[in-house]
């Protein structure tokens, strides 16, 4: 009792709360409380199917999002190349078509470089 009075206010309110539902379960004839059993069965049973469906869609999203980053990061990665090529060809000279045949550059990209 003395650290029943210690406690805060909404903390003694939770202790009797959880006190009324033991008592009030412990007060089920045989049947009520087989039906309590059940229902509570199903309801945990629920919980842990949503818990693992989301747990599941999460990890789905992220290889997902990851495959997608790697790909974009691929393609961003070979345009960059094209254009470095394209510059170093340009920087010797090659003749601007040329360029564009070899990197697949529209001419109007390779005068902008």
Known sequence: METLERMPF???KAVFKR????????SLN?????LYEENLKVYRDNLATEVYAV???MRKGRAEGRAEGR???RAEGREEER???ARGMKAEGI???LIAKITGLSLQEI???
Do not use: H, I
Not at 30 to 34: L, V
């Open 30 to 34: 045989k049947a009520e409380r087989r």
């Open 55 to 57: 747990d599941y869609g």
């Open 95 to 97: 003749p601007s078509g």
């Open 83 to 85: 254009l470095k090529n």
């Open 71 to 73: 790909a974009e990061g």
């Open 10 to 12: 909404k903390a003694r």
């Open 19 to 26: 006190l009324e539902d033991v008592v009030t379960l412990a």
């Open 111 to 113: 005068e902008t470089l």
